[in-house]
């Protein structure tokens, strides 16, 4: 059983073009994130959920939107997508919001943008 | 505001060699700080993590790192390489109530036969 599966896990679109990365986790945490991995393997995060609720908002444009349904999922949702949105994105959980808790990502999703 | 810096890109290594990646963090209050370890194509695990319980942190495959304050540093150590060991390895900072994980730029660590 995979912790933090992510779908897909390779994403090809075109420009403009709306895409959706979703997230689960089975490990019964409180806290999800999403993280975005430049081609330089910068790491950065973009967003956090606690309990269904937003609680980091990153610098991002207003096209990404995260979707949290329930504390086990969270989506990403990517409209007019861009260039420069190429990458791979990560979703990682915790089992609380801050302190020494350790992040558990799930493999990816490579986004590729034409 | 919290940081964490990376010393060198990439590190090449002999296989059986000492493995020494360097971490230096940035932080105002009490930090945590860990190390996670990338293989290609996969997510981020933990190698270990410092919560201010020992400096010396002992991980997983052999890696231990020692947290040292008046240097604001936390190498990554491990006596001898492996072939396996080849991956990015990336040291991060957070602290209690902080609600984020910082993640350095990342170290290649390449092993050579």
């Given at each position: 059983d995979t912790a933090v599966s992510q779908t897909p896990k390779y994403l090809v679109t075109q420009m403009g073009n709306d895409k959706s990365i979703k997230c689960e986790q089975?490990?019964?945490?409180?806290t999800m994130y999403w993280y975005k991995q430049d081609s330089k393997k910068f790491l950065k995060i973009m967003f956090s959920y606690n309990n269904k609720e937003l609680i980091i908002n990153e610098?991002?444009?207003?096209r990404f939107s995260p979707k949290s349904p329930d504390k086990a999922h969270l989506n990403l949702h990517i409209n007019s997508?861009?260039?420069?949105?190429?990458a791979v994105y990560f979703c990682a959980s915790s089992?609380?919001?801050?302190?020494?808790n350790v992040l558990t990502f799930g493999a990816g999703s490579r986004l590729t943008v034409l | 505001a919290q940081s964490v810096t990376q010393l060198g890109s990439h590190v090449s290594v002999s296989e059986g060699a000492l493995v020494l990646l360097r971490c230096n963090y940035s932080s105002s209050v009490p930090p945590y700080l860990f190390w996670y370890v990338q293989y290609p194509n996969q997510g981020l695990q933990l190698l270990l993590k410092y919560t201010?319980?020992?400096t010396l942190v002992k991980g997983i495959n052999g890696f231990e790192a020692e947290f040292k304050k008046s240097e604001t540093s936390f190498h990554l150590t491990k006596p001898s390489a492996h072939m396996s060991d080849a991956a990015e390895y990336f040291c991060a900072v957070s602290s209690t109530g902080g609600f984020k994980t910082i993640f350095g730029a990342g170290t290649r660590l390449f092993v050579k036969a």
């Amino acid at each position: 059983d995979t912790a933090v599966s992510q779908t897909p896990k390779y994403l090809v679109t075109q420009m403009g073009n709306d895409k959706s990365i979703k997230c689960e986790q089975n490990l019964g945490h409180d806290t999800m994130y999403w993280y975005k991995q430049d081609s330089k393997k910068f790491l950065k995060i973009m967003f956090s959920y606690n309990n269904k609720e937003l609680i980091i908002n990153e610098t991002v444009p207003n096209r990404f939107s995260p979707k949290s349904p329930d504390k086990a999922h969270l989506n990403l949702h990517i409209n007019s997508l861009e260039l420069g949105d190429s990458a791979v994105y990560f979703c990682a959980s915790s089992q609380a919001v801050s302190g020494a808790n350790v992040l558990t990502f799930g493999a990816g999703s490579r986004l590729t943008v034409l | 505001a919290q940081s964490v810096t990376q010393l060198g890109s990439h590190v090449s290594v002999s296989e059986g060699a000492l493995v020494l990646l360097r971490c230096n963090y940035s932080s105002s209050v009490p930090p945590y700080l860990f190390w996670y370890v990338q293989y290609p194509n996969q997510g981020l695990q933990l190698l270990l993590k410092y919560t201010s319980a020992a400096t010396l942190v002992k991980g997983i495959n052999g890696f231990e790192a020692e947290f040292k304050k008046s240097e604001t540093s936390f190498h990554l150590t491990k006596p001898s390489a492996h072939m396996s060991d080849a991956a990015e390895y990336f040291c991060a900072v957070s602290s209690t109530g902080g609600f984020k994980t910082i993640f350095g730029a990342g170290t290649r660590l390449f092993v050579k036969a």
